[in-house]
Antibody, heavy 123, light 110 residues
Framework: QITLKESGPTLVKPTQTLTLTCTLS??????????VGWIRQPPGKALEWLAL???????RYRPSLKSRLTITKDTSKNQVVLTLTNIDPVDTATYYC???????????????WGQGTLVTVSS | QSALTQPASVSGSPGQSITISCTGT?????????VSWYQQHPGKAPKLMIY???NRPSGVSNRFSGSKSGNTASLTISGLQAEDEADYYC??????????FGGGTKLTVL
């Protein structure tokens, strides 16, 4: 059974760094073609793709947030970690991680999703 | 990287067919056959319904179909059912080798 689960703080103060962890089960990110991405959704708003990382450590970032985002993986722990620096109230959102299998880097075919975790940015 | 354009809302009666459009540019939807569609019920994670323009993942009803013409992709739902009421998002690969989502469409089953 394939599952993904997000974890991290629910409340973050402005200017701090947000670190979220996605724990994978039922598949390995070391498998060729495998990717894991992060997507967020502000309350009542649309989905926003943030970042993708692939089995070979190749990564992609949302252009407008590239300077603030870092995505890494720990294959031995079956985890993918997203960090977002200098956080602001506009970053308040539900953050999802999801699996993507594709031969083309940057294509998002997110077939399995985590349940999401709501992060609120407030002082 | 601008979001793809979707209608804010569409509606239909049970049994009818509806189509949701997703308009991009020649740098995303128009350039590649990498358009996906997601269904999201309130409070739930999105679900992949269509990938690579017109392919359905295993387990997705054949009432859902996808197509593309020029810079516009479309999701058609036939035989509309109450359970289809949800938000729908399109996504596309772009010339930046990154993906982009649409703004989302709320489907109401009357």
């Amino acid at each position: 059974q394939i599952t993904l689960k997000e974890s991290g703080p629910t409340l973050v103060k402005p200017t701090q760094t947000l670190t979220l962890t996605c724990t994978l089960s039922g598949f390995s990110l070391s498998t060729s073609g495998m990717g894991v991405g992060w997507i967020r959704q502000p309350p009542g708003k649309a989905l926003e793709w943030l970042a993708l990382i692939y089995w070979d450590d190749d990564s992609r970032y949302r252009p407008s947030l590239k300077s603030r985002l870092t995505i890494t993986k720990d294959t031995s722990k079956n985890q993918v970690v997203l960090t977002l620096t200098n956080i602001d109230p506009v970053d308040t959102a539900t953050y999802y991680c999801a699996r993507s299998i594709t031969t083309v880097r940057g294509v998002m075919n997110f077939d399995y999703w985590g349940q999401g975790t709501l992060v609120t940015v407030s002082s | 990287q601008s979001a793809l354009t979707q209608p804010a809302s569409v509606s239909g009666s049970p049994g009818q067919s509806i189509t949701i459009s997703c308009t991009g540019t020649s740098s995303d939807v128009g350039a590649y056959n990498f358009v996906s569609w997601y269904q999201q019920h309130p409070g739930k994670a999105p679900k992949l319904m269509i990938y690579d323009v017109s392919n359905r993942p295993s387990g997705v009803s054949n009432r859902f179909s996808g197509s593309k013409s020029g810079n516009t992709a479309s999701l058609t739902i036939s035989g509309l059912q109450a359970e289809d009421e949800a938000d729908y998002y399109c996504g596309s690969y772009t010339s930046s080798a990154t993906p982009v989502f649409g703004g989302g469409t709320k489907l109401t089953v009357l």
